[in-house]
């Protein structure tokens, strides 16, 4: 059997050589905890990302929270977001636990408290970005996981 032959001369030396595989890009979509001890809360936050592509997953109680996160692989989440006023163990209280597994792990904070010179005084490594007031607007909150998550 004969190969065709391909007449060369009429193709610049670019052309020839301009064939590069195409770098097919996946990114697995971000998983985020959400730790509140109000579902209805939880609820809200969901649906505010729920045009996002995130793994959510939610907690009521901190102390479940806390204990999945140390069971689980503990760089399988890219972000949580934290309620710091909630029962037994409040949101500041649960940030330093988890921060004690995992340093790299990044949080946000929701609070109703008109607190946030406090907490930043208490907790010097958090940036004021990443406290959340209440009441919660959907495109804050959307842009400030967005913000988090890059």
Same mark, same amino acid.
């Given at each position: 059997?004969?190969? $065709?032959?391909?007449? *060369? *001369?009429?193709?610049?030396? /670019?052309?020839?050589?301009?064939?590069?595989?195409?770098? =097919?890009?996946?990114?697995?979509?971000?998983?985020?905890? #959400?730790?509140?001890? %109000? /579902?209805?809360?939880? @609820?809200?936050?969901?649906?505010?990302? /729920?045009?996002?592509?995130?793994?959510? /997953?939610?907690?009521?109680? $901190?102390?479940? &929270?806390?204990?999945?996160? &140390?069971?689980?692989?503990?760089?399988?989440?890219? #972000?949580?977001?934290?309620?710091?006023?909630?029962?037994?163990?409040?949101?500041? =209280?649960?940030?330093?636990? #988890?921060?004690?597994?995992?340093?790299?792990?990044?949080? @946000?904070?929701?609070?109703?408290?008109?607190?946030?010179? %406090?907490?930043? *005084?208490? #907790?010097?490594?958090?940036d004021s970005k990443n406290i959340i007031r209440k009441p919660v607007k959907r495109e804050h909150f959307v842009t400030a996981v967005d913000g988090a998550l890059k």
């Amino acid at each position: 059997m004969k190969h $065709p032959q391909i007449d *060369s *001369s009429h193709m610049n030396k /670019e052309s020839s050589l301009s064939i590069k595989p195409q770098k =097919q890009q996946y990114k697995c979509p971000a998983k985020i905890m #959400l730790v509140d001890d %109000e /579902e209805d809360m939880l @609820l809200t936050y969901k649906s505010f990302l /729920e045009d996002k592509d995130y793994n959510i /997953e939610s907690f009521t109680d $901190p102390e479940t &929270a806390l204990k999945h996160f &140390a069971e689980k692989n503990v760089y399988d989440y890219d #972000l949580i977001i934290l309620d710091i006023r909630m029962p037994g163990l409040n949101g500041l =209280q649960l940030y330093c636990k #988890l921060k004690e597994i995992n340093t790299a792990i990044k949080v @946000l904070f929701v609070s109703a408290l008109d607190a946030i010179d %406090e907490i930043l *005084s208490i #907790l010097p490594d958090v940036d004021s970005k990443n406290i959340i007031r209440k009441p919660v607007k959907r495109e804050h909150f959307v842009t400030a996981v967005d913000g988090a998550l890059k």
